[in-house]
């Protein structure tokens, strides 16, 4: 999912951040809201991959796992009373 800050609709939000660095940010841009929007937009990027790339090992990892199983079986296949 890509985020396009740009094209979303705007919504006020209130935020409680330390003042000074509020102050030593506004030294560096004019506009803190969209240098704030940017910088969770690559936040939230950075964690929606993470989160593919966990899942996409998972799904690799239990592929793994079910071709082991169906090649070699299961030790539990010994005790079942079923």
Do not use: P
């Not at 809201?33 to 593919?52: I, K, N, P």
């Not at 996409?56 to 082991?68: H, L, R, S, T, V």
């Amino acid at each position: 999912m890509t985020i396009a800050a740009s094209s979303m609709r705007k919504r006020a939000v209130n935020l409680t951040m330390s003042e000074g660095l509020v102050d030593q940010a506004r030294a560096y841009t004019e506009t803190l809201s969209a240098t704030l929007e940017s910088l969770l937009v690559e936040f939230v990027q950075r964690h929606q991959h993470a989160d593919l790339e966990r899942r996409k090992d998972a799904q690799a990892c239990a592929a793994q796992w079910n071709a082991f199983r169906g090649s070699v079986g299961s030790f539990a296949d010994e005790h079942t009373t079923l």
